[in-house]
């Protein structure tokens, strides 16, 4: 299993910006995808966003379509997640995850397809 450590969550005001990356530490060559998930106090966990390593197609959730944009940067084995124009319901701790076979495509992101997390990186939307 790949280790993936993520960063660059915080607290942001409602329409504000903020970019989270995800490094992967491990064998990523050829890697399936890599995706977002989020979770906030008393829900379940959402899939956000997922790219795959093949082609580099992508899926977003309804919620964040056209709001977010994910991105690889596959020399230094890094995933990024750009959130542009954040609501106070994007408040989460943000999980990056990994699956050596997953292929990003129209269906919704399960969390039981991927085998490898971060620890997860709080975002906080609020005045």
């Known amino acids: 299993q790949v280790q993936l450590v993520e960063s660059g969550g915080g607290l942001v005001q409602p329409g504000g910006f903020l970019r989270l990356s995800c490094a992967a530490v491990g064998p990523t060559a050829g890697y399936g995808a890599s995706a977002w998930f989020r979770q906030a106090p008393g829900k379940e966990r959402e899939g956000v966003s997922c790219?795959?390593?093949?082609?580099?197609?992508?899926y977003y959730a309804d919620s964040v379509k056209g709001r977010f944009t994910i991105s690889r940067d596959n020399a230094k084995n890094t995933v990024y997640l750009e959130m542009k124009n954040l609501k106070p319901e994007d408040t989460a701790a943000y999980y990056c995850?990994?699956?050596?076979?997953?292929?990003?495509?129209?269906?919704?992101?399960?969390?039981?397809?991927?085998?490898?997390w971060g620890q997860g990186t709080q975002v906080t939307v609020s005045s």
């Open positions: 790219i795959s390593s093949s082609d580099g197609s992508t």
């Open positions: 995850a990994a699956d050596p076979d997953y292929y990003c495509s129209d269906y919704e992101l399960s969390s039981a397809d991927f085998g490898s």
